[in-house]
């Protein structure tokens, strides 16, 4: 699939911010599966400095440097991206969550995709007991890890109800798991700390899903938005398989993934410093249009 995507960020001030300094993680790049055709991304007001960079994960960042006061802040990213559809190999099927947790300990791979950065607590996602037991259910003896992580990804979905507004950015898995309550970012972060908890590596994953559906087919959570799912580590013969508990499904041509880090702290959009007197609003629109 071929997909043209625009996304709208506009920041409002209840007082012109007279310096501001940021760091934006909304340029998405190549990946397996995935082929940026092109993309820009605009600013106003114009920064007085600007350049690109990756981080350690191969994530695009851009830093802008804003030195005039202004009211408003609007970030547009346009980009055209081909993606892949997704399959599982038949051979995850013979691979049981106890062979690939053995093949993480003994793993010297230290790159940027090497599961041994998403085995352990990160900022956001703590190797809670009770996440960690809930999710030991859907891992007994022998049971192959694709098995595994697509029950525990439906028992999330079926458990937990989204509910936009229940919690927020600063919401720890912990939290939004007593609550049963949250969003794609809850969804992903219980799941990942569940996972994390019994040895297993995920990672958290912030992207797009395409906004239209086929007639008479359910709209999924977290069209026109920002989406999070998450990365699984299925053993180093079947790598990261993509798995969304917010809408139960196996992460395919209809996800597109913008950045990926331990968790929301390493992908979130828009970081940084403003020197301003009062709060601020934040409005994402988000649209993922089908080409072919």
Known sequence: MIYDIRQ?????YASPVTNAYHVLRQTPINRPGQRVQVSSLQIEPEPVSRREGRDFFGNRLTWIALEEAHATLTVKVSARIAIEPFTVPAAAAHHSWEAVQEQVFVSADIGPAAPAHFLF????????????????????????????????????????????????VTTTPPMSFALRRGVCQDFAHIMISGLRGIGLPAAYVSGYLRTHRPPGAARLQGADAMHAWVLVWCGSDIGWVGFDPTN???ASDEHIVLAIGRDYTDVAPMD???????????????NVIPVS
């Open 248 to 250: 139960d499904m196996i």
């Open 272 to 286: 940084g410093v403003i020197v301003a007197a009062g709060g601020q609003h934040i409005d994402v629109s988000v």
């Open 121 to 168: 607590a990160s900022r956001m996602v703590s190797l809670d007991p009770e996440i960690r037991d809930y999710a030991r259910q859907s891992f007994p003896p022998g049971r192959s890890m694709i098995e595994g992580a697509t029950e525990l990804m439906r028992r999330i979905k079926t458990d937990m109800v989204y509910e936009i507004g229940a919690t927020s």
């Open 8 to 12: 709208t960020t506009e920041c409002t």
